[in-house]
């Protein structure tokens, strides 16, 4: 770039991002964690008018940063616990910047092939980490539920081919394909079954703790015949329990269907051998789903699809046109994603992995879940308030004796400010929900979470 004006509106703007920045997460530890305002607060900071004239590319950072500090809840925060957000580590920020800067349209390997190359080493150390098929086709979409809608498409194609009928005649002209799941399916899942097709999965039940009743999967199974997908879990939003894979994926693959697992944050127990206990099988399935904006903390946006069979990903995703650049002896970027253009997701996950290596994953699962038994046991100490989960991997679930008490006892907690939690519902109770999600969830962050709790709960009567 030259020294002209563009460059020097480059590096002003640049630098005014930086500065605001740095100011935001340096306070990231200690600030609450609640927001200043709502959306209508910062609705009323911001000039609704269209101007008719421009305006510097520094001044409108400093009027954006200015206008939404207050409406800003601190996701990034250690003691954020809500909706199974991670934070993000710095080589991560960092090369997601660079990402912007380059502004690569990460879409077919001969236009883009820096982003390219980056993105097959990210694709294959998470294969490895994973313990999945190493030559399995890999694709970066926007999140879990992107991630699971391709690998249903992938699937839904596959089982089609595999019954004699031709996928590009349509579903319509397609025999029906049966879909199923357990209880406690996500509804990433049951969206991304509507939006292949499929429509919402037939449950068949689940155990106390959300794992697939594995008997009754092999039930419906048997009722009928035809193409079929069973879709399984890592990880049950508000108890973290697996399903039994090894026994799931028999019953499934005996019956000559597909298997599909949604790891959204579940799916990176396979990387530490403390947790090999809970995976075991699931590399057996034919597809995966992760996001790595959840336990790898990378920034938003940034899920991972995976299939076993890379052929029938991208023929089921990929699309050519005489316009398009295209190679022959590899498959493109785009061909495994439903996606011509997107930015280079994979490059922020080279950069994670890259700075954490193998040990450094191993760390961050482990001190994750470590996080989350050290929640578990503080709660246990404050009378009136139970953990109704097992404490398998990150998620913990607390309620009090009544509904009534424990919704008020989330509603405390968001407005103090402290940690932010979810409320939920599950097992026909009201809980809060505390994932764990966050590198920087350490011994200090976990002491002042239970310090919250253990006032508001006094705050609230809870004895």
């Given at each position: 770039?030259?020294?002209?004006?563009?460059?020097?509106?480059?590096?002003?703007?640049?630098?005014?991002?930086?500065?605001?920045?740095?100011?935001?997460?340096?306070?990231?530890?200690?600030?609450?964690?609640?927001?200043?305002?709502?959306?209508?607060?910062?609705?009323?900071?911001?000039?609704?008018?269209?101007?008719?004239?421009?305006?510097?590319?520094?001044?409108?950072?400093?009027?954006?940063?200015?206008?939404?500090?207050?409406?800003?809840?601190?996701?990034?925060?250690?003691?954020?616990?809500?909706?199974?957000?991670?934070?993000?580590?710095?080589?991560?920020?960092?090369?997601?910047?660079l990402v912007s800067a380059w502004?690569?349209?990460?879409?077919?390997?001969?236009?883009?092939?820096?982003?390219?190359?980056?993105?097959?080493?990210?694709?294959?150390?998470?294969?490895?980490?994973?313990?999945?098929?190493?030559?399995?086709?890999?694709?970066?979409?926007?999140?879990?539920?992107?991630?699971?809608?391709?690998?249903?498409?992938?699937?839904?194609?596959?089982?089609?081919?595999?019954?004699?009928?031709?996928?590009?005649?349509?579903?319509?002209?397609?025999?029906?394909?049966?879909?199923?799941?357990?209880?406690?399916?996500?509804?990433?899942?049951?969206?991304?079954?509507?939006?292949?097709?499929?429509?919402?999965?037939?449950?068949?039940?689940?155990?106390?703790?959300?794992?697939?009743?594995?008997?009754?999967?092999?039930?419906?199974?048997?009722?009928?015949t035809g193409p079929a997908i069973?879709?399984?879990?890592?990880?049950?939003?508000?108890?973290?329990?697996?399903?039994?894979?090894?026994?799931?994926?028999?019953?499934?693959?005996?019956?000559?269907?597909?298997?599909?697992?949604?790891?959204?944050?579940?799916?990176?127990?396979?990387?530490?051998?403390?947790?090999?206990?809970?995976?075991?099988?699931?590399?057996?399935?034919?597809?995966?789903?992760t996001d790595a904006h959840k336990?790898?903390?990378?920034?938003?946006?940034?899920?991972?699809?995976?299939?076993?069979?890379?052929?029938?990903?991208?023929?089921?995703?990929?699309?050519?046109?005489?316009?398009?650049?295209?190679?022959?002896?590899?498959?493109?970027?785009?061909?495994?994603?439903?996606?011509?253009?997107?930015?280079?997701?994979?490059?922020?996950?080279?950069?994670?992995?890259?700075?954490?290596?193998?040990?450094?994953?191993?760390?961050?699962?482990?001190?994750?879940?470590?996080?989350?038994?050290?929640?578990?046991?503080?709660?246990?100490?404050?009378?009136?308030?139970?953990?109704?989960?097992?404490?398998?991997?990150?998620?913990?679930?607390?309620?009090?004796?009544?509904?009534?008490?424990?919704?008020?006892?989330?509603?405390?907690?968001?407005?103090?400010?402290?940690?932010?939690?979810?409320?939920?519902?599950?097992?026909?109770?009201?809980?809060?929900?505390?994932?764990?999600?966050?590198?920087?969830?350490?011994?200090?962050?976990?002491?002042?979470?239970?310090?919250?709790?253990?006032?508001?709960?006094?705050?609230?009567?809870?004895?």
């Amino acid at each position: 770039m030259d020294d002209g004006v563009t460059g020097r509106q480059y590096r002003e703007a640049l630098d005014a991002a930086h500065r605001h920045a740095l100011s935001w997460l340096d306070t990231l530890t200690d600030r609450p964690v609640r927001s200043e305002t709502d959306a209508d607060g910062v609705l009323a900071r911001l000039d609704r008018t269209l101007p008719a004239e421009g305006t510097s590319p520094t001044a409108v950072v400093d009027e954006l940063a200015e206008a939404v500090g207050p409406g800003l809840i601190a996701l990034g925060s250690p003691r954020f616990y809500g909706l199974v957000i991670g934070g993000a580590y710095p080589a991560a920020v960092a090369a997601d910047w660079l990402v912007s800067a380059w502004d690569q349209n990460a879409g077919a390997r001969q236009l883009t092939p820096a982003a390219a190359a980056v993105e097959e080493v990210a694709a294959s150390w998470l294969l490895e980490l994973l313990g999945l098929p190493a030559r399995s086709g890999v694709g970066f979409v926007t999140g879990g539920t992107m991630a699971n809608f391709a690998c249903l498409v992938a699937a839904r194609d596959a089982v089609l081919r595999g019954a004699g009928a031709d996928p590009s005649a349509g579903i319509q002209h397609a025999p029906a394909i049966r879909f199923f799941a357990g209880g406690a399916v996500h509804v990433s899942m049951v969206l991304a079954g509507r939006l292949a097709g499929l429509g919402a999965p037939d449950t068949v039940g689940a155990d106390d703790q959300g794992r697939i009743d594995v008997d009754g999967l092999e039930r419906s199974l048997a009722e009928g015949t035809g193409p079929a997908i069973v879709a399984l879990q890592a990880g049950d939003v508000h108890s973290g329990a697996f399903d039994d894979f090894a026994a799931a994926v028999e019953v499934a693959h005996r019956a000559g269907a597909w298997v599909h697992i949604d790891g959204a944050f579940g799916l990176w127990a396979a990387a530490s051998p403390r947790f090999q206990h809970l995976v075991g099988g699931l590399a057996d399935a034919d597809s995966w789903a992760t996001d790595a904006h959840k336990t790898l903390n990378v920034p938003y946006d940034c899920g991972v699809a995976i299939v076993r069979d890379e052929a029938a990903m991208t023929a089921a995703l990929g699309a050519h046109a005489a316009y398009l650049p295209a190679t022959t002896s590899v498959s493109d970027p785009y061909d495994r994603v439903p996606e011509f253009s997107r930015r280079a997701r994979g490059i922020p996950v080279w950069a994670a992995l890259r700075s954490l290596g193998r040990r450094g994953v191993v760390g961050l699962v482990d001190g994750l879940a470590d996080a989350a038994a050290a929640l578990a046991a503080g709660f246990d100490e404050i009378p009136g308030l139970e953990v109704l989960n097992d404490v398998v991997f990150t998620q913990v679930s607390l309620a009090a004796s009544d509904d009534a008490t424990t919704a008020a006892l989330g509603e405390w907690l968001r407005a103090e400010g402290t940690v932010w939690a979810s409320s939920s519902m599950w097992r026909g109770r009201t809980v809060v929900r505390f994932a764990v999600s966050n590198h920087g969830t350490d011994a200090e962050a976990v002491r002042r979470t239970i310090d919250a709790v253990a006032r508001a709960a006094a705050a609230l009567g809870i004895a």
